[in-house]
């Protein structure tokens, strides 16, 4: 297993980049449950203000959430083309341009909208007007 992510790094070094497509997803994979695991704390988290009774009835919709918005980071990630460069923003701890592009449009894509609608907005700025809308 050790040796699983500095191969299939050093074979998408070596591959040329347009056979590169879907490379990645193993690893991206591999990662889901993480993030999925860290969606649904965040969205527990910010149900944390309301009665125990009413945070216990958001358990299953934040689980089911998070799965569908881990899938979709995934999906879109391995698309993009760009899986090297989000798995760097990650590995840094950090949300760049290249992962914040991602998110962007799984939340359009969750919410309905054109793949591309919410590129020139903020991520926070959507994110905000996406749980304003939610109150």
Not at 7 to 14: A, E, F, V
Not at 29 to 43: A, D, G, I, K
Request: with cysteine; proline share 7%.
């Amino acid at each position: 297993m050790r040796w699983l992510v500095p191969g299939l790094l050093l074979s998408l070094l070596l591959t040329p980049r347009a056979s590169r497509a879907g490379l990645m997803r193993p690893v991206l994979e591999l990662m889901r449950p993480q993030v999925e695991e860290r969606l649904n704390r965040l969205c527990l988290d910010t149900a944390s203000g309301v009665e125990p009774a009413v945070r216990t009835q958001l358990e299953q919709p934040c689980r089911q959430l998070a799965r569908t918005t881990s899938r979709c980071l995934v999906e879109e990630t391995d698309s993009s083309g760009k899986a090297l460069a989000v798995m760097g923003e990650l590995l840094r701890q950090e949300l760049g341009p290249e992962g914040e592009r991602i998110a962007k449009r799984c939340l359009a894509r969750l919410v309905g909208l054109p793949p591309g609608s919410l590129d020139a907005l903020p991520l926070r700025q959507v994110s905000e007007v996406l749980i304003n809308s939610r109150r």
